[in-house]
């Protein structure tokens, strides 16, 4: 049985100054927050009285209504998921109410299915299990939800996480023409250094992964052509930090899904609900991106939900997306404690994302968590080895990190790159939307799996080269067309960039040498290398459910063109990146050069990601990191 729970609601008044043609007209506006006091996004705001308006609350939690006749209106506050509130407002000529709303969670419907159908750690039951450990997360079933999440609550220490990069350096053509590695479209990297300098601080270098600093954006590259999954572009442009050295760009795009439906989802939310989970930014922001992705499914999706922290169970079965009531009730019953036992969760997420398989559909777990993995299988190699094992039943892994002090950003970039799926930071509510609702079908709908990138060098053109970012993707050239070695994967209109530094023949920068070799001799270039072409690019890939890989091939003249707009934006978040992590072979890159670059090729930018990253990079140029890393380097 549903019980109607009064949320407290204070109205403040205040007149404010109207034009003389606005004088019979007031407003009513407000902000809207969980019993933890993070925002809600998303709440139906229905007014009816002397006129009858709905509004929803945006990224903030806050809505506004103007221009309303005066009168007594009754507001009906809904979200799905949470107890519905009611009060009046009686608003005068001239003025505005505003209100503060705080809803609480609805108790869970006798149509949720809770089970005990989860793997044991202990001999009591299921239940008292999660009464001990979950604190309250299965409220209809071991006595309602126990305590909220204390707001602004944060560790005590700060123990996040990040493998150390080595910036590829300059390597000349004649002892190494080849250049391997796997794509990348993870965007976690951005997000996370973008926290870091919105708090005012500097990133570690190892958070900063150029790669996903630029594959953060989207480009102008044309769709593929009706036979392939992608499209391949390829410029070549003066070196912006280096005029003496070329740029060259290549892009993926992948196929969009505008004729046909997204396929089918069969998905598995595995949300971590241990201790360490509880500040508004981790668990509350969860419950919000995943109410956000709950909204778009239809009837022929699945969701269910796993949770996991001393021990692992099925809050919700599988259930179709038409239900999203069900859905939504289960996730506003999540609350935080315990400690985590992440490999435990995972294999039943996997199990139970199995027993729904949708052949042909999107199959994946959905893992939500700071990565504070500190119960059970604890190393990490013993967790990606699960990973891999897991993700040949055709089930992939995509992995949002969240919140601040403890942070396992190096764990949850691996177990998504051994799951096929992608790595996703959410700092704000505004990325939770980004992610799994603007940019859903790159997230989720793989077009493409294993594919790689294999770049051969001209030595009549090409004395050296070095690959920007991609550190942690880089393959030895025999995996190129070993299709046992697993690489990354492109979704439904997802791209992917790469830029290369290119120094022609008869410019020298310093490498690596090695001694002259005694028993073989230089090898000889072939009549192509005459043929005016700079490199050839070569892309191997597989369907999602293949296992032989296809080979599409590109050449890249040896021709400069003028900048152009992909190039252009590309190459200031690459020397944005490149300057904030202290690259070595960054010639004269700056954040100044980077912003005024960025600032020429912005575009149109609808959805306003790029003028926030000139924004943002701005912000970075006044940071002044002890060890000056950040001045310029001018």
């Not at 902000?31 to 709905?54: H, N, Y």
């Not at 604190?135 to 079933?141: D, S, T």
């Not at 403890?406 to 980004?434: C, F, I, P, Q």
Request: net charge neutral; aromatic share 6%.
């Amino acid at each position: 049985m549903r019980t109607r729970i009064w949320a407290s609601i204070v109205v403040v008044a205040f007149v404010v100054p109207l034009l003389a043609a606005q004088v019979d007209f007031g407003a009513i506006n407000g902000v809207v927050t969980d019993s933890s006091g993070a925002v809600l996004p998303g709440v139906t705001i229905e007014l009816t009285g002397p006129e009858k308006r709905t509004v929803l609350t945006g990224d903030r939690g806050e809505f506004s209504v103007v221009r309303l006749r005066p009168g007594e209106y009754d507001v009906l506050i809904t979200l799905a998921g949470f107890s519905t509130v009611r009060t009046k407002v009686v608003l005068a000529a001239g003025r505005t109410e505003r209100l503060t709303i705080q809803m609480r969670v609805a108790a869970l419907e006798e149509t949720v299915t809770v089970t005990g159908e989860t793997p044991r750690v202990n001999t009591q039951p299921a239940a008292a299990q999660f009464r001990t450990v979950v604190g309250g997360v299965i409220g209809g079933v071991v006595g309602g939800v126990v305590g909220a999440p204390l707001a602004g609550a944060r560790e005590a220490f700060n123990t996040e996480s990040y493998d150390h990069i080595e910036a590829n350096r300059f390597r000349r053509v004649e002892a190494d023409p080849l250049s391997t590695f796997s794509i990348d479209a993870d965007t976690a990297s951005y997000a996370n250094v973008r926290r870091f300098i919105t708090d005012g601080m500097l990133p570690p270098a190892g958070a900063i992964r150029i790669e996903e600093l630029v594959n953060y954006f989207r480009f102008d590259y044309p769709q593929p052509s009706a036979n392939e999954p992608f499209s391949i572009t390829t410029e070549l442009t003066p070196c912006p930090w280096n005029p003496r050295h070329r740029l060259a760009l290549i892009g993926l795009q992948g196929r969009e899904l505008k004729n046909r439906e997204p396929s089918p989802r069969n998905l598995v939310f595995l949300i971590d609900v241990s201790g360490s989970m509880m500040p508004p930014d981790k668990l509350p922001l969860v419950r919000t991106a995943m109410r956000m992705l709950t909204d778009v499914l239809t009837e022929r999706d699945r969701v269910a939900i796993v949770v996991y922290a001393g021990a692992s169970g099925l809050v919700l079965r599988s259930t179709t997306g038409e239900h999203k009531d069900r859905i939504h009730q289960a996730l506003a019953q999540l609350e935080a404690g315990g400690s985590t036992n992440g490999a435990s969760g995972i294999r039943l997420a996997y199990q139970v994302a199995r027993e729904n398989f949708i052949a042909g559909g999107v199959n994946r777990v959905i893992l939500a968590t700071d990565g504070d993995f500190n119960v059970g299988v604890t190393n990490q190699s013993e967790l990606v080895s699960l990973i891999e094992r897991e993700r040949e039943s055709g089930v992939f892994l995509s992995v949002l990190g969240v919140g601040t002090g403890n942070l396992k950003d190096s764990t949850m970039e691996k177990l998504a790159d051994k799951g096929n799926g992608n790595y996703s930071y959410l700092d704000t509510v505004h990325e939770a939307r980004k992610v799994l609702v603007r940019e859903a079908g790159a997230t989720l709908d793989t077009i493409a799996k294993d594919v790689k990138i294999q770049v051969e060098f001209n030595p009549r053109a090409v004395f050296a080269y070095r690959l920007i970012g991609y550190e942690n993707r880089l393959l030895k050239n025999e995996d190129f067309n070993d299709d046992k070695k697993d690489a990354g994967e492109i979704g439904a209109g997802h791209s992917v960039t790469a830029l290369y530094e290119v120094v022609p023949v008869g410019v020298t920068v310093a490498t690596s040498d090695v001694d002259p070799l005694k028993y073989q001799r230089e090898t000889r270039p072939t009549r192509a290398a005459a043929s005016g072409e700079l490199l050839t690019v070569k892309v191997r890939y597989k369907a999602p459910d293949g296992d032989t890989s296809q080979l599409l091939t590109r050449v890249v003249m040896n021709k400069p063109a003028s900048m152009s707009a992909n190039v252009g934006f590309a190459s200031a978040v690459a020397e944005f990146g490149m300057v904030l992590r202290g690259s070595p072979d960054s010639g004269d890159a700056s954040v100044q050069a980077a912003v005024a670059r960025a600032r020429r090729f912005r575009g149109s930018d609808n959805e306003g990601y790029r003028s926030e990253f000139i924004v943002l990079a701005e912000r970075a140029s006044l940071l002044r990191d002890r060890d000056g890393s950040i001045q310029s380097r001018r």
